[in-house]
């Protein structure tokens, strides 16, 4: 076993705690949050939508079953850091090729545990997320505050294009092909593609910056806009082209930023939460059925209810704060939630969305 290192984790308020480093040696800077999920840690460290975070998982011990090369969610982990209670050494699952801690190395995130993260998580809870800073290198908690307080605020800070492909792809579908769909690459979820494919959808991925335009020439069934990290309020041109689109009467679901960016297009305005939503267990009410439906969730900002025209009806509700979970509009083939439906890891009660989208582009056929 490696020699337990010093490392120290410093907030931008300048609350300090101190560990023991595991991963990567350095320094790290980004929005403090955490996650409440049990499970999927490697499916949280290669989300995109974590680029320019810090992530403290609430649960006491992560690492138990190791890393493997199929529950990863994009080509690279995106978590700017990583702040566990107890990382486990020993792994104990037989799809496991490597552990939690040699993962991190390889892949240069720098990681802390053995402090106490339920005072970590109060705090973010009380004071809102922050920036904060890890380090094993600069342990002098003065000298990393200054540090803290010069990296980027997330407000205004956009990061799509920091996480997007550098040119189109194809992820095609399982069996014969029923539909094409054109799929921005915000910060898109591998699962979100296996999942269209499962329904026979042949996926066009392309980069967060295409233009409206060559979105249409591809001449796609519909338009899928991904989650993906930073504020909405900075991605205007983004917005002007989804505008575009709109207009164009092509289906369109968006999730988790992809909402933001819809609710924005249609005239809405988004703001930030004060810790966000962030975990496995958000309860969710679907206002056109009533149902409640238990959902995975990773986001800082939200779509204002009151900000929304007329012609853009609320959907879905977060039943622990009330925030906007879905929306859709009332004549265009056009809907979105805030959370994430394709669901790695879970929960599973949301994949329903992805019907209701390929049914909307069935729709849409018969009709052309």
Partial sequence: ?????????????????????????????????????????????TDPSYAGQIVCMTYPLIGNYGTNAEDVESRRPWVEGFVVREASRIVSNFRSTMSLQDYLKANSIIGIEHLDTRALVRHIRDKGAMRAGISTIDTDAASLLAKVTASPEMENRELATSVTVDQNYDYPASGAERFHIVA?????????LREFSKFGCRVTVVPAETPAADVLALKPDGIFLSNGPGDPASMTNVVNEVKKLTASHTPMFGICLGHQLIGTAFGGSTYKLKFGHRGGNQPIKDLTTGKIEITAHNHGFAVDADSLPADVEVTHINLNDHTVAGLRHKTLPVFSVQYHPESAPGPHDSEYLFERFIDLMAVSATRN
Avoid: C, P
């Avoid at 300090?16 to 499916?43: K, L, P």
């Avoid at 921005?184 to 979100?192: A, R």
């Fill in 1 to 45: 076993m490696d020699k337990a290192r010093k490392a120290i984790l410093v907030l931008e308020d300048g609350r300090t705690f101190t560990g023991t480093s595991f991963g990567a040696d350095g320094e790290t800077f980004g929005e403090m949050v955490f996650n409440t999920s049990m499970s999927g840690y490697q499916e949280i460290l």
């Fill in 184 to 192: 921005y690459d915000f910060g898109v979820k591998t699962n979100s």
